[in-house]
T-cell receptor
């Protein structure tokens, strides 16, 4: 199994509060990703990182920001949480083998915004 | 733009039956990669297989087999002699060479295997 942990694993918060989710890897992989999983939509990419301090937007980036100050950590921040951000959030990593490299996923964080 | 469609949202079978999960994809890229992931009730996502667009050879791994057909843009997954432990949500995903780092997922198929 890829060495990926996410924290917290579960969180309940209120609308309007900031929330930060952490993804930590021990594989020294260059690429890291944040996805959200919602019923009927599969997983959708929020943001990804291709190196320290190098990030880019994904398909559903509005309302989210990310930061990567170390290779092993990738943070996802909801500046002001909304009920539509209630979801399961997955972090993924991949090594730079090219466009076809496999992404391996962390255990997920279940977020409920009341 | 790329798209993955898993038309079967839920399938229920009895143990030992064979079952096929359908995956149809759309992409304009010549080079692309297809993936299957399994999400058991515990919630984690488990990688099952990766196939590139130049390799149409079908693959078999134990009770699992995959049928890739470029002519119909399909990458179907068959479980032979299903078991209760196969109960999970299965996702098909696509990544094209010009899609940046975006892995596009289908909506998933929930497979329930009853004893």
């Amino acid at each position: 199994d890829a060495g990926i942990t996410q924290s917290p694993r579960h969180k309940v918060t209120e609308t309007g509060t900031p929330v930060t989710l952490r993804c930590h890897q021990t594989e020294n992989h260059r690429y890291m990703y944040w996805y959200r999983q919602d019923p009927g939509h599969g997983l959708r990419l929020i943001h990804y990182s291709y190196g320290v301090k190098d990030t880019d937007k994904g398909e559903v980036s509005d309302g989210y920001s990310v930061s990567r100050s170390k290779t092993e950590d990738f943070l996802l921040t909801l500046e002001s949480a909304t009920s539509s951000q209630t979801s399961v959030y997955f972090c993924a990593i991949s090594s730079p083998e090219g466009v076809g490299e496999t992404q391996y996923f962390g255990p997920g964080t279940r977020l409920l915004v009341l | 733009a790329q798209k993955v469609t898993q038309a079967q949202t839920e399938i229920s079978v009895v143990e030992k039956e064979d079952v096929t999960l359908d995956c149809v994809y759309e992409t304009r890229d010549t080079t692309y990669y297809l993936f299957w992931y399994k999400q058991p009730p515990s919630g984690e996502l488990v990688f099952l297989i990766r196939r590139n667009s130049f390799d149409e050879q079908n693959e078999i791994s134990g009770r699992y087999s995959w049928n890739f057909q470029k002519s119909t843009s399909s990458f179907n997954f068959t479980i032979t002699a299903s078991q209760v432990v196969d109960s999970a949500v299965y996702f098909c995903a696509l990544r094209g060479e010009n899609a940046g780092n975006m892995l596009t997922f289908g909506g998933g198929t929930r497979l329930m295997v009853k004893p």
